[in-house]
């Protein structure tokens, strides 16, 4: 028999997906089957699968040990390394990541390299915010991201219910983000809004862009495009996103025929290599909260958060040598 002593951080969420994270290794058919059974107990008492569960509730389990087994993490890598926090309270983090760090490991191929969650996680438990032993199903996580050769801010949850929220001010556009990036050539317009369909490809891990004659599956998206300066042959333009696109802004900057300086995906980047650029030369450097002034996350509405460009490696190339190129 297994008993859960439910906690804040548990608090809020159904009883099957509490369990699916608190007993990784029994399967959701197990699950409702123990359910049938009535070999999972709420508060000693036949508990529906839907069941919500609050804060001091008990939930027992008769099941095998094994059931119970974690999995198993990533390598130590021994890092003790910070990550780069740009605000820090006793609700969120915003870091700012570096180009060429992994948020989290994608596949079997990255076990064991070093993330960007685990860097943020690394670090709550060296400063005693995070106890991976008492906590039954929640563990300190990201509420976004952003490529892995795309640096920039993500804002990451150091409780359950900080998560909740800041998924929900990203899923309902409560949050205003912007991007800056250095693109081939100068375009004609300095300010205007980039409207097109994208589609997946799935297998080339691309997206395709269409005008207003599309595929079935294309989605809208929509970018507004600043030039924050100009040069002989690059122009640094910032980007804001109305909508959330896979490789958005990458995507209709080059359809519009300025592609990324480094990306080598919607552009040609022989030459941008000979100049060191390798990856696409784009960075989430500013956002705003717009979430009212209700719920946990309340006070930082309003609130803003800016990279400077002399943390953007880019940019301050940019200024210091592309611009006369």
Same mark, same amino acid.
């Given at each position: 028999m297994f008993e859960f002593n439910i906690g804040k951080n548990d608090a809020g969420q159904r009883l099957d997906k509490f369990l699916t994270k608190a007993m990784p290794g029994?399967?959701?058919?197990?699950?409702?089957?123990l359910i049938r059974q009535k070999k999972i107990k709420l508060n000693?008492?036949?508990?529906?699968?839907?069941?919500?569960?609050?804060?001091?509730?008990?939930?027992?389990?008769?099941?095998?040990?094994?059931?119970?087994?974690?999995?198993?993490?990533?390598p130590d890598l021994t890092v003790t390394v910070d990550p780069d926090i740009l605000y820090e309270d006793e609700n969120i983090l915003i870091i700012n990541k570096p180009s060429g760090l992994l948020?989290?490991?994608?596949?079997?191929?990255?076990?064991?390299?070093?993330?960007?969650?685990?860097?943020?996680?690394?670090?709550?438990?060296?400063?005693?915010?995070?106890?991976?032993?008492?906590? *039954?199903?929640?563990?300190p996580a990201l509420a976004n991201r952003i490529d892995r050769n795309t640096a920039g801010l993500v804002?990451?949850?150091? *409780?359950?219910?900080a998560l909740r929220e800041l998924e929900e001010i990203f899923r309902d556009r409560k949050i205003k983000k912007k991007y800056l990036?250095?693109?081939?050539?100068?375009?004609?317009?300095?300010?205007?809004?980039?409207? *097109?369909?994208?589609?997946k490809d799935e297998k080339e891990k691309t997206v395709r862009v269409y005008g207003e004659k599309h595929p079935r599956g294309a989605k809208y998206a929509k970018t507004g495009c600043k030039v924050l300066c100009e040069g002989k042959?690059?122009?640094?333009?910032?980007?804001?996103?109305?909508?959330?696109?896979?490789?958005?802004?990458?995507?209709?900057?080059?359809?519009?025929?300025?592609?990324?300086?480094?990306?080598?995906?919607?552009?040609?980047?022989?030459?941008?290599?000979a100049l060191g650029y390798?990856?696409?030369?784009?960075?989430?450097?500013?956002?705003?909260?717009?979430?009212?002034?209700?719920?946990?996350?309340?006070?930082? *509405?309003g609130k803003?958060?800016?990279?400077?460009?002399?943390?953007?490696d880019f940019a301050k190339d940019f200024y210091n040598r592309l611009k006369n190129k």
């Open positions: 029994m399967p959701m058919p197990m699950i409702y089957r000693r008492k036949r508990a529906e699968i839907s069941a919500m569960l609050n804060e001091g509730d008990t939930v027992l389990v008769f099941a095998a040990p094994h059931f119970a087994e974690k999995e198993k993490e990533a948020v989290h490991e994608g596949d079997s191929s990255e076990a064991g390299k070093l993330t960007l969650v685990r860097m943020m996680r690394d670090y709550l438990i060296r400063k005693g915010e995070f106890d991976p032993q008492t906590e *039954n199903s929640f563990s804002l990451a949850a150091k *409780n359950a219910a990036c250095v693109v081939h050539g100068v375009p004609a317009k300095k300010t205007c809004f980039l409207e *097109n369909f994208l589609l042959s690059y122009s640094l333009v910032e980007a804001e996103l109305f909508t959330g696109r896979t490789h958005q802004i990458r995507a209709q900057l080059s359809y519009a025929g300025h592609p990324l300086l480094g990306d080598g995906k919607y552009g040609k980047n022989k030459d941008d290599r390798s990856s696409q030369a784009l960075c989430s450097y500013y956002v705003r909260f717009e979430n009212g002034d209700e719920g946990l996350l309340g006070y930082l *509405n803003e958060f800016c990279l400077e460009t002399d943390k953007i």
